[in-house]
């Protein structure tokens, strides 16, 4: 008896804490005395939660800020236009309560919170300190209470650190290397894409069957921790799944414009197939080089981690044949058992004139989805119980599947399509450039919690 009343009276004790400073605090204000600068009646009420990052400046009104981080100029501009219009979308159906946002995000009405999502977006020109001085300027300016958008890994990384410091979730839109949400992971970081170990471990087998065992391996890789960590994971899966061997690794800079000379290497290498580290521009550079060079006609070409942007810009004739992962293609709208896709597609198309989804349109509107269902679920946006919220493992039905984030890394287990390059011959319309061969569990290929050394800190 006498323990229950302690345990009552030490529950209770916070609630009464809270009502006492706010009786308090009305009573000030009744009589001409000044309540501390930046406090409001709703932020006493809110209690003993001592002000972190932006909170509750941020939230004080009807309003709430995201700022983006996207790539508009660089050689990461087109992810970086999508990305941007992938937020927008999402803003757009949150803000509305949209069915299919709804999907994702279950509990939401209107809004996040029922304050209005806005969003500010700004050009990180896929360099880590302009990113992480757009996120200042949001942090700072805008009162943001989340950071979202990336392509380059070392971009990513910039900013989840810096977000971490200043206590603001930060969603990843585009980061394939193991950093980030290995090594260099961040309490306040999450990512909710495929990445190069899921990517490579998926893929390896696949293309053993496809292509055959004890193939010659080429490699072109940008020199950034993207490039160096998605090379290794697929050199560990291809040897162990295929017998493969790299007989050549071509290292080169981000933004490359002239691969003659890793391609001459190539050439004389003794390979049969290529594999193609590069994203973005870089990639479309280099294996539209790489058929000038006559070395498409000689070899098969693999490219584990790639932007569906690729096929647009080469074309199905250099495409076809070309066995790649990417994070979602818009033919999953036609699968039965992916509705989240056809209404993610069927959105995209009417608010954007037509125009068919790419992957990274996806990533970003399943991240700003997926925070906002953190918010919901916490019922506030003090930004430790978001995050907490956000790693406690709960599944929403995404538009490739199920979709979560592990709690011990804050990698997202994330369905994404296998495909190969159709021959022009055999596509429907202009961009049926792919065939989906598998869609992968994401969360059978996620590495062990440990391999890749993450340690979140502290929430405060």
């Known amino acids: 008896m006498n323990e229950r009343k302690n345990k009552g009276d030490a529950v209770d004790q916070p609630r009464r804490l809270v009502l006492k400073g706010l009786a308090g605090a009305m009573g000030a204000a009744a009589v001409g005395v000044p309540i501390l600068s930046g406090m409001s009646f709703s932020a006493v009420a809110q209690g003993a939660k001592a002000p972190i990052g932006n909170y509750p400046a941020g939230v004080s009104g009807n309003t709430v800020v995201a700022g983006l981080t996207v790539d508009l100029t660089g050689p990461y501009s087109a992810q970086g236009e999508e990305e941007r219009n992938g937020y927008e979308l999402a803003a757009e159906q949150l803000n509305s309560g949209a069915a299919q946002i709804r999907r994702i995000s279950p509990l939401t009405k209107k809004g ?5 999502l806005k969003l500010q977006a700004g050009d990180s020109e896929t360099k880590p300190n302009s990113a992480v001085q757009l996120a200042t300027r949001f942090i700072t300016n805008d009162k ?3 950071v979202a958008g990336s392509t380059s890994s070392a971009v990513a990384i910039a900013l989840e650190n810096y977000c971490n410091r200043e206590r603001t979730p930060y969603m990843v839109a585009i980061s394939g290397s193991t950093e980030t949400t290995g090594e260099k992971c961040q309490r306040y970081g999450f990512r909710p894409c495929w990445y190069a170990y899921m990517a490579c471990k998926a893929l390896a087998p696949v293309v053993a069957k496809e292509l055959g065992k004890n193939r010659k391996a080429a490699y072109l ?15 560990d899966f291809s040897a162990k799944d295929g017998g493969w061997t790299s007989v050549s690794e071509q290292v080169h800079p981000l933004g ?13 290498s003794g390979a049969d197939t290529l594999v193609v580290i590069d994203y973005g521009a870089d ?9 000038e060079f006559g070395i498409l006609a000689k070899m098969k070409v693999v490219v584990p981690y790639m932007s569906s942007y690729l096929a647009n810009s080469l074309g199905a004739e250099t495409m076809q044949g070309v066995y790649a992962t990417t994070n979602f293609w818009w033919t999953m709208a036609e699968d039965p058992k992916y509705p989240g896709a056809k209404e993610f597609v069927d959105a995209y198309m009417k608010k954007f004139g037509g125009k068919r989804p790419q992957d990274s349109a996806f990533v970003a509107y399943l991240g700003m989805a997926l925070w906002a269902d953190g918010v919901e679920r916490a019922g506030s946006f003090y930004p430790p119980e978001v995050v907490k919220a956000l790693e406690a493992g709960v599944k929403r039905e995404g538009p490739t599947g199920q979709v979560w984030f592990r709690g011990g890394d804050h990698q997202a287990a994330v369905n994404f399509p296998i495909v190969r390059g159709k021959k022009p011959a055999d596509m429907r319309n202009k961009d049926d450039f792919f065939e989906v061969i598998e869609v992968v569990n994401g969360e059978s290929v996620l590495p062990p919690l440990e391999l890749f050394g993450c340690k979140l800190g502290e929430y405060v």
């Open 256 to 268: 490359a414009t002239d691969y003659s000379s890793y391609l001459i290497n190539i050439a004389n």
């Open 221 to 235: 890789i940008p020199d950034y921790t993207y490039g160096h960590t998605t090379a290794k994971q697929f050199k």
């Open 283 to 291: 990639s479309v550079n280099s294996i539209k080089q790489a058929k």
């Open 112 to 116: 996040v919170l029922g304050k209005t």
């Open 144 to 146: 943001a209470m989340l």
